[in-house]
């Protein structure tokens, strides 16, 4: 069985960090480019970020210099590091796994940015 599990969201002021971590079991991690996106309140979803199996990474320009995706092999687990934090990134975050054969996503964790 397949799970994707988010955690680390939570209520932030702006200008302040989170670090999201997604655990995946039931992949070959190894096999998928790990991504984030998130989706705000009557918006599409839309990709933040993702990281092959190589380690090469890709930004939406919203986040680029803010953001910072990683991968832990021996975990099996992908991180989000997120610094200076604005209110327009308050959305959904959730994880998802790609390979050529199969997409799975992560169930979400809020992140809101607020005074």
């Known amino acids: 069985q397949v799970q994707l599990v988010e955690s680390g969201g939570g209520l932030v002021q702006p200008g302040g960090s989170l670090r999201l971590s997604c655990a995946t079991s039931?992949?070959?991690?190894?096999?998928?480019?790990m991504g984030w996106y998130r989706q705000a309140p009557g918006k599409q979803r839309e990709l933040v970020a993702t990281?092959?199996?190589?380690?090469?990474?890709n930004y939406a320009d919203s986040v680029k210099g803010r953001f910072t995706i990683s991968r832990d092999s021996a975990k099996n687990t992908v991180n989000l590091q997120m610094n200076s934090l604005k209110p327009e990134d308050t959305a959904v975050y959730y994880c998802?796994?790609?390979?050529?054969?199969?997409?799975?996503w992560g169930q979400g964790t809020q992140v809101t940015v607020s005074s």
């Open positions: 990281i092959n199996s190589g380690g090469s990474t």
């Open positions: 998802r796994a790609s390979s050529f054969w199969n997409t799975y």
């Open positions: 039931g992949i070959i991690f190894s096999s998928y480019t």
